[in-house]
């Protein structure tokens, strides 16, 4: 026998957002839920928190941070379906809902927008390296390891990353690399 999902809302005392406990974690009070045929569309809402610019599924989450939600037969991503019910039809074949916010709990259908696979993976390299050089297209270099991953590197730092390997190298005694230098004296 399947069980029903209760979809839990705000804590009628405290106001606390839980995100699907039985209790209240903050004033341990039995949460109120939705009754068994309450309408999808009720129940997805009752899990978005709507205080902040972006609306953030309070809700299950999948492993890498994306809403779960479950619809029909199975579960679905929880953008997905807002972006389909805002927009009266879903995403079009071959493209993906990029979130223009970067925040993968984001639901609000303004912050997303349907793009190819391709620029939805441009669009998510990051735009400065942990040292805070902007990434440019003057300043990255672009290099495929031998299973086919490309890497983009930050060219300022892998600079000052050869020059202090370099140095520590001579400091240890090493001798420069290359071609042997002839003392030859022209008379």
């Not at 999808?40 to 899990?47: A, I, N, P, Q, Y």
């Not at 939805?120 to 270099?141: M, P, S, Y």
Request: glycine share 10%.
């Amino acid at each position: 026998m399947q069980m029903k999902h209760r979809g839990f809302k705000d804590c009628a005392s405290c106001q606390n957002k839980g995100g699907g406990k039985v209790r209240c974690p903050a004033c341990g009070r039995k949460r109120p839920y939705l009754p068994y045929d309450a309408s999808k569309e009720v129940r997805f809402w009752s899990k978005v928190d709507k205080s902040v610019e972006c609306w953030l599924w309070t809700g299950v989450l999948y492993r890498n941070g994306y809403g779960q939600f479950g619809y029909g037969k199975g579960e679905r991503r929880a953008h997905r379906i807002a972006w389909m019910w805002a927009n009266g039809k879903p995403v079009p074949d071959g493209m993906e809902l990029d979130h223009l916010c970067r925040v993968r709990r984001c639901v609000r259908p303004a912050h997303l927008e349907p793009v190819t696979h391709a620029e939805n993976k441009k669009r998510a390299w990051k735009r400065v390296c942990k040292q805070g050089h902007e990434l440019t297209e003057d300043n990255i270099a672009l290099y495929i390891r031998p299973t086919g991953y490309v890497n983009r590197r930050c060219k300022a730092c892998y600079t000052k990353l050869l020059a202090d390997q370099k140095a520590a190298r001579l400091a240890r005694g090493h001798k420069k690399k290359g071609r042997p230098k002839l003392n030859r004296e022209i008379a």
